[in-house]
């Protein structure tokens, strides 16, 4: 079988293609970002390149001169409107193209959601001057990128953005899972530790609801949510925002795993590997499963700085931490780290925990959160 995965950022995913039996060939598609480079001369790998993933005439072109793979695929939300287009092409299955766009332009979205009834925080194309606050952001987008809250005045924008009223939010929800034929097969609900839109780079973490009464509701909405965007084979990231009175909105989904320690925490309470289903939906394979450990699980996104990094918490450290089962950093002291704005899945590392209650792992998170430490050198992030 040859697999085509559109964009090369995403390496758990394409270390799993490479050792997965029954997968001959993999094919990545790439606009020259710096992942691509670790990937030419793999065995089983091959690497192509355009010049980007949002030009459809030019990725027409690219697969009108290429023997079709087996299957096409994407774990990267800017891979999901170039494989619908590559699929469309080859007359292969997956989501359609204008299921794609529905799914990464966020007011086609909204549009879409509202038109079938399912709540969503008021929107429009520009400001609407009786919202008391504002929020901007990118019709596509991931991971908050150029988002702004703003009261009074709009900010200078474009017909690439669009306009939400703030909610103010007392919790946001993670739901993440896949649907096989057009039925939502598995979901994994869990909460935030803090609005990502109010945590980027300062630190994060989810711990997943099992057995509490806002379960069974999430559920439903997730579905709705799917079912209205008419997602067939699929992985989704789904956040729903509650405010203060206790309503429940649906925010964004993408086609894809969740970003940062998502895909981890839920392998460690299921056994279910995000980035193997990838694969499996397409193939309309139901991924397996096992009996979802009894603990209460939870993780950690730990925070980042910007400029060269000249302290942090040791790993020996944060597995003293109780109820740490995993740490995982993806940055050391020497490492220079350049943005100065993050994503909400953006962090110097992660840690995964499993306690017997939900209060004992937001008390570890709690714990872990205040007592990080990341020092840098501001002057050294060129």
Known sequence: MKVLHVNTDKTELIEGLLARQGVDEVWLLSDGRPHESQWIGRPKCRVFRVKSLQNEPELRTFAQQMTPPDVVITGSERGV??????????????????????CTDKFRMKTVLQKCGIP???????????????????????GSRQTIVFSGQAPQF???????????????FHI????????????????????PLKSQGRGNGSMILEGLPE??????????????????????????????HNQYFVGEIGLRPGGAYIPSLIQMKYGVSLWDAVLDVELGINPPTTPAIPDAAGAVLLPIRTG???????????????GVVSVRLFTNPGSVVKSSSFLSSD????????????????????????????ETNQGESD
């Open 308 to 322: 060269r990094i000249t302290q942090m918490t040791s790993v020996k450290t944060l597995e003293g931490f109780r």
């Open 347 to 374: 962090g110097s590392g992660f840690v995964l925990i499993r306690q017997s209650t939900l209060t004992e792992v937001r008390e570890t998170i709690t714990e872990i959160l205040r007592q990080y430490v990341i």
């Open 176 to 195: 993440d899972g896949f649907v096989l034929n057009g039925y939502v097969a598995f979901v994994s609900v869990a909460q935030y530790f803090v609005p």
């Open 158 to 172: 474009t017909g690439d953005d669009y306009f939400e009223q703030f909610l103010d939010i007392q919790r946001e």
């Open 215 to 244: 379960v069974s509701p999430l559920r439903a909405l997730t579905e709705e949510a799917c079912h209205a965007l008419r997602l067939e084979h699929t992985t989704f990231h789904l956040e729903i925002l509650e405010d203060i």
């Open 81 to 102: 409107v170039a494989a619908a287009v590559l699929r469309s092409v080859w007359g292969l299955g997956g989501a359609s193209i204008d299921t794609a766009r529905n």
């Open 120 to 142: 969503v925080s008021p929107f429009a194309l520009t400001p609407d001057p009786s919202w008391r606050k504002t929020v901007k952001k990118p019709r596509i987008g991931w």
